[in-house]
């Protein structure tokens, strides 16, 4: 397939481009879009077979739902139902932004968007080129991130060229996403309400407006054994760089000697190792590898150079990924979250 791909300007938008990348998503055809949390691989929801093709380009195992993006309120009486009072609050709260609210679904809604389920993910984004996108297509746009199945998620146009040109009709480029992680997923249907993956807003805002919210147990243990995750999608191994991660987590001294063993015991084997850090950590370390995600201080900017991180380390060819843990609060929940199934939940603690 001929993958075309043209840069839109955030702070200055050109609507015939828009209204062009628009035309593709009706017709039915593949656009990967950016939005604030990461980019994503955009289809028309009401188009079963446009839907299709995105499970296809991305290699999606057809269990896994897909959220529906949507520009407006009224999108979303069309695809959802029975909607809990609290929902209509956090809607006025947090959109357009990074909370997707799993509701029960209309008929409206194909089968394959939601896996089978009964219910269906929808956010409102707030990038400006995904909320003009979705508003000239007018329609509810169904939109995984747009890597390859097990990748980790891409947060600048160059990461969806990577991994999926050839198998889409349109890319838009319009630089890097600010959050960097996905969206949280918050289960409305169950009682109490359920975050089903942390994301771009934290359970600390949510508990500002919900006090009672419970948190799916498969996020935060490290073993799965006997516990179902309750979004299909985070069974699957995740944001897999192709190196092995292991994770340290515990007092950042202890966190450092464990590391320097590591390193030691992994270059008597010959490998090429690399180490995931903050600012604060990079003294510890000498003759390696290492990617800092910035400073521990503003978890904000670690979060959202974490995915592109893991990239670069299959680009230097590195075997072993040794990861510094993060503090579980706020963003840090969604940052764990992700090293940890990175890791396919190989976490040390010292
Ligand atoms: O930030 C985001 O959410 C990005 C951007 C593009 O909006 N999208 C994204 O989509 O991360 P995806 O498909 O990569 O992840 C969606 C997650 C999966 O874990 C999926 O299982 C879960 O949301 N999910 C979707 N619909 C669901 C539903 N009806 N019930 C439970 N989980 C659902
Ligand atoms: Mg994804």
Same mark, same amino acid.
């Given at each position: 397939?001929?993958?075309?791909?043209?840069?839109?300007?955030?702070?200055?938008?050109?609507? +015939?481009?828009?209204?062009? =990348?628009?035309?593709v998503?009706? *017709? !039915? #055809?593949?656009?990967a879009?950016?939005? /604030?949390? @990461?980019?994503g691989?955009?289809?028309?929801?009401?188009n079963?077979?446009?839907?299709?093709n995105?499970?296809?380009?991305?290699?999606r195992?057809?269990?896994?739902?897909?959220?529906?993006?949507?520009?407006?309120?009224?999108?979303?009486?069309?695809?959802?139902?029975?909607?809990?009072?609290?929902?209509f609050?956090l809607?006025?709260?947090?959109?357009?932004?990074?909370?997707?609210?799993?509701?029960?679904?209309?008929?409206?809604?194909?089968?394959?968007?939601?896996?089978?389920?009964?219910?269906?993910?929808?956010?409102?984004p707030?990038?400006?080129?995904?909320?003009?996108?979705?508003?000239?297509? +007018?329609?509810?746009?169904? =939109?995984p991130?747009?890597?390859? *199945? !097990? #990748?980790?998620?891409?947060?600048?146009? /160059?990461h @969806?060229?990577?991994?999926?040109?050839?198998?889409?009709?349109?890319?838009?480029?319009?630089?890097?996403?600010?959050?960097?992680?996905?969206?949280?997923?918050?289960?409305?249907?169950?009682?109490?309400?359920m975050?089903?993956?942390?994301g771009?807003?934290?359970?600390?805002?949510?508990n500002?407006?919900?006090?009672?919210?419970?948190?799916d147990?498969?996020?935060?243990?490290?073993?799965m054994?006997?516990l179902?995750?309750?979004?299909?999608g985070?069974?699957?191994?995740?944001?897999?760089?192709?190196?092995e991660?292991?994770?340290?987590k515990?007092?950042?001294?202890?966190?450092a000697?464990?590391? +320097?063993?590591?390193?030691?015991e992994?270059?008597?084997?010959?490998?090429?190792?690399?180490?995931?850090?903050?600012? /604060?950590?990079?003294?510890?370390?000498?003759?390696v590898?290492?990617?800092?995600?910035?400073?521990?201080?503003n978890?904000?900017?670690?979060?959202s150079?974490?995915?592109?991180a893991?990239?670069?380390?299959?680009?230097?060819?590195?075997?072993?990924?040794?990861?510094?843990?993060?503090?579980?609060?706020?963003?840090?929940?969604a940052?764990?979250?992700?090293?940890?199934?990175?890791?396919?939940?190989n976490?040390?603690?010292v």
């Amino acid at each position: 397939m001929k993958t075309e791909i043209i840069k839109i300007d955030a702070n200055n938008i050109d609507l +015939n481009k828009i209204r062009y =990348a628009a035309e593709v998503i009706k *017709s !039915g #055809r593949l656009v990967a879009f950016p939005t /604030e949390t @990461v980019y994503g691989l955009g289809a028309n929801a009401l188009n079963e077979k446009a839907v299709n093709n995105i499970f296809k380009a991305k290699g999606r195992p057809s269990d896994n739902p897909l959220i529906l993006h949507v520009s407006e309120l009224s999108h979303c009486d069309k695809i959802g139902r029975d909607i809990h009072e609290d929902v209509f609050m956090l809607m006025n709260s947090f959109w357009p932004g990074p909370l997707t609210l799993v509701v029960k679904k209309t008929e409206a809604v194909p089968d394959n968007v939601s896996a089978g389920l009964n219910t269906v993910g929808i956010r409102m984004p707030s990038h400006p080129v995904a909320l003009e996108l979705i508003k000239h297509a +007018n329609i509810p746009v169904a =939109a995984p991130s747009a890597n390859r *199945s !097990g #990748r980790p998620s891409p947060t600048m146009a /160059e990461h @969806v060229i990577e991994d999926l040109y050839g198998h889409v009709d349109l890319i838009i480029d319009s630089g890097d996403c600010n959050i960097g992680v996905e969206s949280t997923v918050l289960d409305t249907t169950s009682d109490p309400f359920m975050i089903l993956r942390p994301g771009g807003v934290t359970l600390e805002q949510i508990n500002e407006l919900i006090k009672d919210v419970n948190i799916d147990p498969t996020l935060l243990t490290s073993k799965m054994e006997g516990l179902a995750p309750k979004a299909p999608g985070m069974k699957y191994t995740h944001y897999a760089p192709k190196a092995e991660v292991i994770i340290v987590k515990g007092e950042e001294l202890a966190v450092a000697k464990k590391i +320097n063993e590591l390193i030691q015991e992994n270059k008597t084997k010959g490998k090429n190792i690399g180490i995931l850090l903050t600012d /604060e950590t990079k003294k510890y370390y000498n003759e390696v590898e290492c990617i800092s995600l910035g400073s521990k201080e503003n978890l904000n900017i670690v979060a959202s150079n974490l995915f592109g991180a893991l990239r670069s380390f299959d680009e230097k060819k590195v075997d072993i990924i040794l990861a510094e843990a993060v503090e579980e609060t706020g963003i840090g929940l969604a940052i764990m979250n992700r090293m940890t199934k990175a890791a396919g939940y190989n976490v040390l603690t010292v």
